[in-house]
């Protein structure tokens, strides 16, 4: 069952987990409390079908051989919502460091909209994450394509865009691998970035909020990002030339 045209994507990432499973479950009761009426209490199988998980809170924190949790649905195939979380080794990952990821979709409805500011604050303070986003699945798949490599070598980004480094190549995690429609940038992410600059940042900061922890939800465009609408797009070209360090295109 995959995300529909019409879908946000979520992804957050934090240091690998510890041995307690509490920033999992802080993630899922996240998730619930961001999205009203919203109970990931199923999974699904290999045939696709919905799967009831009685157990959710000790489920959700059991771990797979590949490092990879099983992923949590709401089970209503009409208004799909889906959570799951991996770890990812060293060697993929900024600085040398192992990293915990959390990927999540929900409806890109009004409610959906309406929620995603808080959707992508509460998933990634639960997860205690460095950086993470929050786009719509067609925004999303052009700013994947800033990393991806070719058949001839380096990656040739869609629509104007700059390449970005993968994140194996990026000197820090604290550094974000890309920009996303609704962006979390922890404290740390921030002052590695330098964000905000009162100067700089002013149209950034009437769209940003803080958190509780010190960091970031910062919102590039007041509508969801739509990279076919020109002033988007523009919107986006302006974020990753204010911020070079995203995407490893600079040094210090």
């Known amino acids: 069952m995959a995300a529909s045209p019409d879908s946000f994507l979520l992804v957050v990432y934090a240091p690998a987990l510890s ?6 479950l802080a993630v899922i009761r996240g998730m619930e409390r961001a999205l009203p009426g919203l109970h990931l209490s199923w999974t699904i199988s290999d045939e696709g079908r919905f799967i ?3 157990q959710r809170d000790a489920w959700g924190t059991a771990k797979t051989t590949d490092g990879r949790f099983p992923l949590l649905c709401n089970g209503d195939e009409g208004h799909f ?9 060293a060697s993929q990952n900024p600085g040398g460091q192992p990293q ?13 909209i309406a929620a995603a500011g808080k959707v992508l604050e509460e998933v990634a303070e639960g997860a205690r994450a460095l950086w993470g986003h929050a786009t719509p699945k067609r925004a999303a798949g052009d700013i994947a394509e800033q990393t991806s ?8 980004p869609p629509r104007g865009l700059p ?7 990026i000197r820090s995690p604290e550094i974000p691998h890309r920009l996303g429609w609704l962006n979390y940038w922890s404290a740390a992410t921030a002052q590695a970035i330098a964000f905000p600059d009162p100067a700089r940042d002013a149209e950034l900061l009437s769209r940003a909020q803080s958190t509780a922890t ?3 939800v910062v919102k590039l465009t007041d509508a969801p990002l739509d990279l076919d609408n020109p002033a988007h797009l523009d919107a986006l070209k302006r974020a990753y030339e204010r911020f ?3 995407g490893g295109r600079s040094t210090p």
Do not use: M, N, Q, Y
Not at 19 to 24: C, I, K, M, Q, W
Not at 163 to 169: C, I, Q, R, S, Y
């Open 52 to 54: 009831p998980a009685p």
């Open 244 to 246: 070079p360090e995203i």
């Open 149 to 156: 490599p070719t058949l001839a070598g380096s990656p040739r």
């Open 81 to 89: 919502v889906t959570i799951s979380r991996r770890e990812t080794p």
């Open 163 to 169: 390449a970005l480094k993968l994140p194996e190549k």
């Open 100 to 112: 915990f990821e959390v990927h999540a979709k929900w409806p890109l409805d009004a409610a959906g």
């Open 214 to 216: 010190g960091g970031w």
């Open 19 to 24: 041995s307690d499973g509490s920033r999992t």
